[in-house]
């Protein structure tokens, strides 16, 4: 009888850590909302999708992932359970094929239902990478669990708070995963200039991208006077937290397209981390309470933006000139640019930035490191021009990527429609420290 006791007292102190190890590890105290988030980002982060890479079978697998869960959270989907597949021609001359997702709920009001509020999330991220470590080969998963296993999980729970309350939303809510957003962001300039043929009803768009941290939430709106407003309006709700506004641009992400398109865009993050970009991007790292916290003031801001009588006005417009001589977007343009005989900015950066950059001494002793994103024009001549920096991090690092890149050999122009155009490029230019002072880049 007293070992019958002891095996029963053991069970039940051994259950709930078994039941932890079954749900991901899960607090047996988590929230609903808190446990969706965790199964989501353990899924799309997990060995199966193997680092999600643009065009790959994990990439594949993350897409019928997020359709399927829209689909069960009744959303209706615009692109099929495999996604909306594209090709995108790669600089050796093969192509590259990915794929949006993209669901739907529709408006409840007849005049306003007709238009659109864009919701999106990166899908893809950096893949895997072989090495060799003292002999033996060893494959590196670049995860990505808050890049961006955390957006997508935030837009996939959105999209269920949204379809459940639908008869509150005036205008129509699209939820898109955007493939092969690593890739010069392919995925969203796809879908607005070849997939989705009511662009043009785009009130608004709003991105999710690297959630998960505990500090630092922000909503980025590129100085947008009217999304300023909007948010600042938030702060009479009565919600757990509110983001810092933050006026300048932000990391190169989905909500670039859309601006450069001429759609007002606010692009909610937590900022980078110093796990980006590495294979210590795990779920156990990301911080799911804080997630739902986020997600409450996303939904409450997806709903206010989606029911202003007046959509909010694009106080920007891309760059240009004089209309002869426009500046058109990367992605506008029918023939790339070619740098050195390659159309991916990637290979710009790999043979020329990466070679001649050179981290100020004086930045490395005071430990500033971070990223510059750059943005300059290639002429029709071929030459660099107009560099500027969207967003800095050190008047030092600054001003040395401008350097460099102002330095640039001639490239081979861009051309629409036949003819040769200016063209503008955005590239982020890292600066990284390693231990005892050694330089990353």
């Known amino acids: ?17 078994y039941a932890q190890y079954r749900s991901g590890y899960q607090d047996l105290y988590d929230s609903e909302t808190v446990s969706r988030l965790k199964e989501h980002v353990s899924y799309l982060a997990s060995s199966m999708t193997e680092g999600r890479k643009a065009g790959s079978e994990g990439e594949a697998i993350a897409a019928r992932y997020v359709s399927e869960t829209l689909e069960s959270y009744g ?19 093969d192509t590259l094929r990915s794929r949006n997702v993209i669901g739907f709920v529709q408006g ?33 998963v670049f995860s990505g669990a808050n890049g961006n296993a955390s957006g997508l999980a935030m837009m996939m729970e959105l999209a269920s708070m949204v379809s459940t309350n639908s008869i509150l939303f005036r205008r129509s809510v699209l939820f898109v995963a955007f493939g092969a957003s690593r890739q010069s962001l392919a995925g969203s300039w796809y879908f607005l200039n070849r997939s989705f043929k009511d662009a043009d009803r785009i009130d608004a768009m709003i991105n999710l991208d690297m959630l998960g941290s505990y500090e630092g939430f922000s909503a980025f709106t590129a100085s947008n006077r009217d999304l300023d407003m909007l948010l ?43 796990e980006h ?11 799911y309470d804080m997630m739902e916290k986020e997600l409450e003031y ?23 000139k004089a209309s002869d001589d426009r500046a058109y977007s990367f992605h506008d343009c029918d023939e790339k640019p070619v740098f050195m005989g390659h159309a991916d900015p990637s290979w710009f950066m790999t043979k020329w930035v990466y070679q001649y950059l050179r981290y100020p001494q004086e930045a490395v002793s005071a430990g500033i490191q971070g990223r510059v994103n750059v943005t300059f024009t290639i002429g029709k001549d071929g030459r660099v021009e107009e560099v500027r920096v969207d ?34 490029i955005t590239v982020p230019v890292d600066f990284r420290l390693e231990k005892k002072g050694r330089k990353s880049k």
């Not at 238009?115 to 080969?137: K, M, P, Q």
């Not at 996303?298 to 240009?320: C, D, H, M, W």
């Not at 600054?398 to 155009?421: H, M, N, Y």
């Open 1 to 17: 009888m007293k070992r019958l006791y002891l095996i029963l007292l053991l069970a039940i102190v051994l259950v709930p850590s």
């Open 75 to 93: 959303v209706d989907l615009l692109s099929g359970r495999d996604g909306d597949v594209f090709g995108m021609l790669q600089p050796q001359g």
């Open 108 to 140: 409840c009001d007849p005049q306003l239902r007709d238009r659109y509020i864009v919701v999106g999330a990166r899908l893809d991220n950096l893949g895997t990478h072989s090495l060799s470590i003292d002999g033996v080969e060893t494959t590196q």
């Open 232 to 274: 600042s309006s938030m702060s009479s709700q009565l919600l757990p937290l509110t983001p810092k506004t933050v006026t300048s641009d932000a990391y190169q992400s989905d909500h670039r397209s859309f601006y450069a398109a001429g759609i007002p865009s606010v692009f909610f993050s937590t900022g980078e981390y110093p």
């Open 277 to 287: 970009d590495t294979p210590r991007d795990t779920p156990d790292m990301l911080a």
């Open 298 to 320: 996303i939904y409450a801001f997806t709903r206010t933006i989606a029911n202003e009588k007046v959509a909010p006005s694009f106080l920007g417009k891309p760059q240009e």
């Open 391 to 424: 967003k800095g991090v050190d008047e030092l690092l600054d001003a040395e990527a401008v350097r460099v890149i102002k330095a640039s050999p001639k490239w081979k122009a861009a051309k629409k429609d036949g003819k040769t155009v200016r063209c503008y």
